[in-house]
């Protein structure tokens, strides 16, 4: 949806704003391990959306927030000299789910996962968090500035390594687990 008014325009920013704040702010999370820091990165993917024309983006404001969200992390981490691992707060990241008795419930069962991906190299965790969020290893490969071939090794093996775990295998025994995870990797091998 191409904007045309001024009130077109912030009902457009408006409305990527609520779909995308979340998803982005777990990305950032994912990359610099500090809520604050995230949150900083995420507002100025969207100021710079608010100072960008439209023209070019249609359909793939997914892809161009992120890329501008990747890029200022990576700067960030670049000003502190390392890459950071994530700590346990990641797990804490804010969710838009539908019932707080359910997220209670399963918010261990999120950290330890979150754990498991946080002893992923930075490139793995990276593109696995990614291809985790819906994206496709095209859009993956954009925003990560890496060859399509590339993404694909990296979320391979970062899946090979989660599947070795015990926790994981534990989950993937469950058949509608196993199910949603298969239709999710041949709908990505298309």
């Not at 608010?50 to 890329?67: E, M, N, Q, Y």
């Not at 291809?131 to 290893?137: L, V």
Request: aromatic share 6%.
């Amino acid at each position: 949806m191409a904007p045309t008014g001024l009130d077109d325009r912030r009902r457009w920013v408006l409305s990527v704003l609520d779909e995308y704040e979340v998803p982005l702010t777990r990305f950032a999370m994912r990359l610099l391990g500090d809520e604050e820091a995230a949150r900083d990165v995420v507002q100025h993917a969207f100021l710079r959306l608010c100072d960008r024309s439209d023209d070019g983006l249609h359909d793939r404001v997914a892809p161009w927030l992120f890329t501008v969200c990747r890029n200022k992390a990576v700067d960030m981490l670049r000003r502190r000299g390392r890459m950071a691992p994530l700590g346990p707060e990641a797990a804490d990241c804010p969710s838009r789910g539908p019932d707080p008795a359910v997220a209670a419930e399963r918010s261990e069962l999120y950290r330890r996962l979150a754990r498991l991906v946080d002893a992923l190299p930075p490139s793995q965790r990276e593109a696995v968090g990614l291809w985790a969020e819906g994206f496709s290893y095209r859009e993956i490969a954009e925003i990560s500035d890496r060859s399509e071939g590339n993404v694909r090794v990296l979320v391979h093996r970062a899946l090979k390594q989660l599947r070795s775990q015990p926790l994981v295998q534990e989950l993937l025994e469950r058949p509608a687990a196993t199910n949603r995870l298969r239709a999710r990797e041949a709908a990505e091998s298309v």
